[in-house]
């Protein structure tokens, strides 16, 4: 099942409260709260009034989005991470892989020991842990986010997606399927390059690449990430799209 929400750092000045309640009037089901703001990591009493307004509002908590950097984020810190998850309900937690990309190879082992340290820790808990699919990171190009999966060999570690806007459809196809079996949850969003646009001007490539998402098996969250011009009404617009793809 695919399943359409919204990343809550599309909204940092909104308290959550709102961000749920925006969510849930655009007809979405899920959220993946960010813990920069909405739900920071050491503050678990927050993470289960978020947890509570999340469910009364209708919605499912599909991940908590943490900025632990692997390889850079001294591992004690995850503790604090995983328990704001738990508290909110989250069955996975999204963090980065490094600093750097691929291309500098300098801390790659540490970045995969830290990868595996937080992976057995979410196993513990019950959860799973993703990787941000993102550039200046390890996972700037699918086969290096691959090869890392290989390096870091645990079964609680999935990958995160979303189209590089500085490639082309052709690239971002090829990188979809192939990681395809380890995907948890999608980013949305319609950019080239720097420049924003409404989900809709993506229509051709994003239904092919939800035919190609549907083709995996389980749940996989189809989260919208930012909107054009940063506001409520274009991020219902943009809602509306989604569903209609979905549909």
């Known amino acids: 099942m695919l399943i359409p929400g919204i990343v809550s750092v599309t909204f940092r000045p909104l308290s959550p409260a709102r961000v749920a309640a925006l969510t849930a009037s655009c007809g979405l089901s899920a959220v993946e709260w960010g813990g920069d703001v909405h739900v920071p990591p050491q503050d678990a009493a927050n993470a289960a009034a978020v947890a509570r307004l999340t469910e009364e509002a209708g919605l499912r908590t599909l991940s908590y989005g943490s900025y632990f950097r692997a390889g850079y984020s001294p591992e004690a810190d995850f503790s604090a991470e995983l328990a704001a998850a738990v508290a909110l309900g989250a069955p996975n937690v999204r963090i980065w892989a490094g600093k750097k990309g691929s291309a500098e ?143």
């Open 105 to 247: 190879e300098d801390d790659r082992a540490r970045v995969a020991a830290s990868i595996r340290v937080c992976a057995e820790a979410c196993r513990a808990a019950g959860r799973t842990l993703s990787l941000e699919f993102h550039q200046n990171t390890l996972t700037d190009h699918y086969e290096s986010a691959l090869r890392l999966i290989d390096e870091v060999a645990h079964p609680a570690l999935r990958l995160y997606w979303q189209p590089n806007q500085f490639c082309d459809e052709a690239y971002n196809l090829a990188a979809l399927r192939a990681v395809l079996p380890f995907l948890s949850n999608v980013h949305v969003f319609t950019w080239a390059g720097k420049e924003k646009f409404p989900l809709a001007h993506g229509e051709a490539q994003w239904r092919r690449y939800i035919e190609v998402v549907r083709s995996a098996p389980g749940d996989h969250g189809m989260l919208l990430e930012f909107v054009c011009d940063g506001t409520e009404r274009q991020f219902c617009e943009d809602a509306a799209t989604l569903r209609a793809w979905l549909a």
